[in-house]
């Protein structure tokens, strides 16, 4: 038996060397053909690209997952875009319908979301002092990642220099004129709730659900329950509708990689790991600039955290699900010194507020949307996109690809082209991976900062080292 297995691993180990090093050897052929170091025909570095396809088809095919069939729809996208463009220009369609059904989901989930996480959460006689203290704590820690994520793609620049296949208007909505401070402030409130969601604007969506939800807050039983149990309904239906739609996602990500690499090559792909490592990095400087000096402020023994937070951590990275590692999170923060009572609020409450690693993402995405189309984006008009991110990532629960849902609504109401997101979505999984971390590590920090100060953390009875 055990035999048997060694001999499977074996045989598996070896298919993915061998994939690996078919897929380095066409890598090299195309590069080699396409800067003309060596003279060869264009058919040889295809045969061999094409070769190094079947084999990581066979490998997805294998795993069964639909990470594996994102990230593999994208190298068949983008080789199928390289080799027949003519016909990849047609493929739009795909990503349109996608389009379409995700534009459907935004303002259901938001309002739902919105509703259970402030009406859940109101009443602050019963939650005492702990609301307004992990409000506060959440809002700051939030705001200063919005702004190391636009300060890191202003840096970086990732976006500047792609060219997007042209678009007509009906793709996209018309940016609004410039508008006074007086018709700003009067364009965030609703008229028509039903004109806001038909017009796909989510600030005033989100405004109108802030409002319903405190009405909902001060409403009387039986009354205030049935819409609670409503709103929280509609919000599981939603996450279950946004996860059959993600079954689409590959052929949509596939024929959205086609249209832009045929109409430009691969350069688009230098762009992508560019955002990549502006993620990664803006991501660790979050961490050393916030994380670090929080817990050194509340005096944090730094390496027990470490030991408590790394298997929650893992499974948020692995699953890219923080609500995955909910259950270990609260067991290890009550082990590393949290009160249960701290922790059961606070660790659940963050999955609704205090998403940082998401929210440095989304500020961070949306510039590169805009510099992708070669939209420039004047620090006001950053600012104003800042602010909407700050209320639109309120109520967004950590599952895998509700980013995207809220990427989507953002830029489309700035009227930002959505070309650019779809290629973002191509990597989505390697990013989702580590903001997705962060936002386990920054809500067990929370829990223990609030813990700190309501003085009734016991860090040094902390177990592990």
Same mark, same amino acid.
């Given at each position: 038996?055990?035999?048997?297995?060694?001999?499977?691993?074996?045989?598996?180990?070896?298919?993915?060397?061998?994939?690996?090093?078919?897929?380095?050897?066409?890598?090299?052929?195309?590069?080699?053909?396409?800067?003309?170091?060596?003279?060869?025909?264009?058919?040889?570095?295809?045969?061999?690209?094409?070769?190094?396809?079947?084999?990581?088809?066979?490998?997805?095919?294998?795993?069964?997952?639909?990470?594996?069939?994102?990230?593999?729809?994208?190298?068949?996208?983008?080789?199928?875009?390289?080799?027949?463009?003519?016909?990849?220009?047609?493929?739009?369609?795909?990503?349109?319908?996608?389009?379409?059904?995700?534009?459907?989901?935004?303002?259901?989930?938001?309002?739902?979301?919105?509703?259970?996480?402030?009406?859940?959460?109101?009443?602050?006689?019963?939650?005492?002092?702990?609301?307004?203290?992990?409000?506060?704590?959440?809002?700051?820690?939030?705001?200063?990642?919005?702004?190391?994520?636009?300060?890191?793609?202003?840096?970086?620049?990732?976006?500047?220099?792609?060219?997007?296949?042209?678009?007509?208007?009906?793709?996209?909505?018309?940016?609004?004129?410039?508008?006074?401070?007086?018709?700003?402030?009067?364009?965030?409130?609703?008229?028509?709730?039903?004109?806001?969601?038909?017009?796909?604007?989510?600030?005033?969506?989100?405004?109108?659900?802030?409002?319903?939800?405190?009405?909902?807050?001060?409403?009387?039983?039986?009354?205030?329950?049935?819409?609670?149990?409503?709103?929280?309904?509609?919000?599981?239906?939603?996450?279950?509708?946004?996860?059959?739609?993600?079954?689409?996602?590959?052929?949509?990500?596939?024929?959205?990689?086609?249209?832009?690499?045929?109409?430009?090559?691969?350069?688009?792909?230098?762009?992508?790991?560019?955002?990549?490592?502006?993620?990664?990095?803006?991501?660790?400087?979050?961490?050393?600039?916030?994380?670090?000096?929080?817990?050194?402020?509340?005096?944090?023994?730094?390496?027990?955290?470490?030991?408590?937070?790394?298997?929650?951590?893992?499974?948020?990275?692995?699953?890219?699900?923080?609500?995955?590692?909910?259950?270990?999170?609260?067991?290890?923060?009550?082990?590393?010194?949290?009160?249960?009572?701290?922790?059961?609020?606070?660790?659940?409450?963050?999955?609704?507020?205090?998403?940082?690693?998401?929210?440095?993402?989304?500020?961070?995405?949306?510039?590169?949307?805009?510099?992708?189309?070669?939209?420039?984006?004047?620090?006001?008009?950053? /600012?104003?996109? =800042?602010?909407?991110?700050?209320? !639109? $990532?309120?109520?967004?629960? *950590?599952?895998?690809? #509700? %980013?995207? &849902? +809220?990427?989507?609504?953002?830029?489309?109401?700035?009227?930002?082209?959505?070309?650019?997101?779809?290629?973002?979505?191509? /990597?989505?999984? =390697?990013?989702?991976?580590?903001? !997705? $971390?962060?936002?386990?590590? *920054?809500?067990?920090? #929370? %829990?223990? &900062? +609030?813990?700190?100060?309501?003085?009734?953390?016991?860090?040094?009875?902390?177990?592990?080292?």
């Amino acid at each position: 038996m055990q035999s048997n297995e060694t001999g499977r691993l074996s045989s598996a180990s070896k298919f993915m060397l061998l994939t690996v090093i078919v897929t380095v050897v066409a890598l090299f052929l195309t590069y080699a053909q396409t800067s003309g170091l060596v003279p060869m025909p264009a058919l040889a570095s295809a045969i061999g690209r094409w070769l190094a396809i079947g084999l990581l088809s066979y490998a997805c095919w294998k795993r069964k997952s639909l990470t594996t069939w994102i990230l593999f729809s994208m190298v068949i996208g983008a080789e199928f875009g390289y080799d027949f463009p003519g016909i990849a220009q047609e493929m739009k369609i795909v990503s349109k319908v996608f389009l379409k059904l995700i534009k459907t989901i935004i303002a259901p989930l938001i309002f739902g979301t919105l509703v259970v996480g402030i009406a859940g959460h109101s009443d602050l006689k019963q939650v005492g002092r702990m609301g307004w203290k992990s409000i506060l704590y959440f809002e700051v820690a939030t705001t200063i990642a919005l702004f190391i994520g636009l300060i890191a793609i202003n840096i970086s620049q990732a976006g500047v220099g792609i060219n997007l296949p042209p678009t007509t208007s009906t793709e996209t909505l018309e940016v609004p004129p410039p508008m006074g401070w007086q018709e700003t402030v009067l364009h965030i409130f609703p008229e028509n709730i039903a004109k806001s969601i038909a017009d796909g604007q989510v600030l005033q969506i989100v405004v109108f659900s802030i409002l319903f939800a405190i009405g909902l807050a001060l409403t009387k039983e039986p009354h205030k329950s049935t819409m609670l149990g409503f709103a929280e309904g509609l919000t599981e239906v939603m996450f279950k509708f946004t996860g059959i739609v993600m079954y689409f996602a590959p052929f949509a990500v596939g024929a959205a990689i086609a249209y832009t690499v045929g109409h430009m090559g691969f350069g688009i792909l230098i762009n992508l790991f560019k955002l990549l490592a502006t993620l990664y990095v803006a991501l660790i400087a979050f961490v050393l600039l916030v994380f670090l000096p929080v817990a050194l402020w509340i005096k944090l023994p730094i390496r027990k955290f470490i030991n408590a937070v790394a298997e929650p951590a893992a499974i948020a990275f692995s699953t890219t699900s923080s609500e995955a590692a909910l259950p270990k999170a609260l067991q290890a923060m009550e082990k590393f010194g949290v009160p249960r009572k701290v922790a059961a609020f606070v660790l659940p409450a963050g999955y609704s507020f205090n998403l940082d690693g998401s929210t440095l993402y989304l500020s961070l995405a949306t510039v590169f949307v805009a510099q992708a189309a070669g939209i420039h984006l004047d620090i006001g008009q950053q /600012i104003l996109i =800042l602010l909407t991110l700050m209320l !639109t $990532t309120k109520g967004i629960a *950590g599952v895998p690809r #509700a %980013s995207l &849902v +809220i990427l989507m609504a953002t830029a489309t109401s700035f009227g930002l082209p959505v070309e650019p997101i779809f290629i973002i979505l191509g /990597i989505d999984e =390697l990013m989702d991976m580590a903001r !997705t $971390t962060v936002n386990l590590v *920054g809500n067990c920090l #929370a %829990s223990c &900062v +609030i813990a700190k100060w309501e003085g009734e953390a016991n860090f040094d009875g902390a177990e592990g080292e």
